[in-house]
């Protein structure tokens, strides 16, 4: 099932043994477009920081009450490593999460949801693949492409013959955690309407000039689907 992002901020996160917070943003890997980390922002009982969920320890989700069970204890995620979520995530710190939680190596289709207690049991396994060399701190993306969901918002929106809008959510599969399409507000260009585009038009992405590139033009857009929230 489809869902879009804003749609999912807010939602609980609860442990075997208790509520651990709140679902604050999504990281996902501008190179395959799939979710790679959920950004909790925990309660009191965690002096309010923010912390970092794979998808794969997610459980069925409640979508009625709006809560992401996990299969962690409220105890592993006090323990887990400290990392500034504003700050790029780096190789190391990747490595330390998966070892904490010995969660499943990351797979070019992404992480996978539901993990049992088996798997949760498997020892860390790294794709290599997935290894880039370590590049300067205040060099974007050292973060292996890791992108804030939240970021684009506002970005503009640029066909091939002049600008049509600007960004304004995603749609998720919840079955792979893969993001699928971006909603565009389109502004006055076709009445204010949101349409539906997929990941596959997009050509570029200038994170400089906040803007993103797609390889079909302004009639196309006006075209697509319209996006019903």
Known sequence: MQHNIKSLLGYKIGARDGEIGHVKDFYFEDTSWAIRYIV????????????????????????????????????????SPDIDT???????????????????????????????????????????????????????????????????CGYHIRATDGEIGHFSDFMVNDMNWEIEYLVIDTHNWIGGKKVLLKIEHIKEIRWEESLIIVDINIESIKSLMLFNS
């Open 86 to 152: 504003e700050k790029p995530v780096s190789m190391q710190q990747e490595l330390a999460l998966y070892g904490h939680y010995a969660w499943q190596r990351y797979g070019g289709s992404g992480f996978y949801a539901g993990a049992s207690e088996t798997v949760m049991d498997q020892p860390l396994i790294i794709d290599e693949r997935l290894v880039v060399p370590e590049r300067n701190l205040g060099e974007k993306n050292n973060d292996l492409h890791l992108q804030s969901t939240h970021l684009l």
């Open 40 to 79: 909790v922002k925990t309660g009191n009982w965690f002096m309010e920081k923010k912390i970092l969920l794979a998808p794969q320890a997610l459980l069925s989700p409640d979508w009625k009450n709006r809560i992401f069970p996990v299969d962690l204890s409220t105890e592993q995620v006090k323990n």
